[in-house]
């Protein structure tokens, strides 16, 4: 059986994203949820960094451009956040670039846009 990285970490982020569904529902835009669940983290005392700026680079030349996941939790874990009717590919893609992008392991894409449960998946790599 395969191990389950993170995972009483990765229980815990999705308790809160479950407890700032359970309270605002679905329809808000993604930065309220973004607002609520760095609420729900600091008083469920889960570790985060919200909207890190990460840093790219091409073939060894540093890019103007870069990437925001919306949260970096107990320092090696994306959330990724979304307010649509359904995860496509592209949200998934997106999750495997920050991914690449700091050398981690696992993100956590969550859809508050889903009605009548919050939805999400693990991504990992």
Request: overall charge negative; some cysteine.
């Amino acid at each position: 059986m395969a191990e389950i990285i993170y995972k009483e970490e990765s229980y815990k982020i999705m308790g809160a994203c479950f407890e700032v569904y359970k309270e605002k529902g679905c329809g808000f835009t993604e930065p309220v949820y973004q607002e609520c669940l760095g609420i729900e983290f600091n008083r469920q005392g889960i570790p985060f960094f919200s909207q890190p700026i990460i840093e790219l680079e091409y073939k060894g030349t540093k890019l103007e451009q870069f990437f925001k996941p919306d949260f970096v939790c107990f320092g090696s874990i994306v959330v990724e956040l979304k307010a649509v009717s359904k995860i496509v590919h592209e949200h998934r893609a997106q999750v495997l670039n920050y991914l690449h992008g700091l050398n981690f392991r696992l993100g956590l894409l969550v859809n508050f846009g889903h009605y009548p449960k919050v939805e999400y998946e693990r991504i990992v790599l």
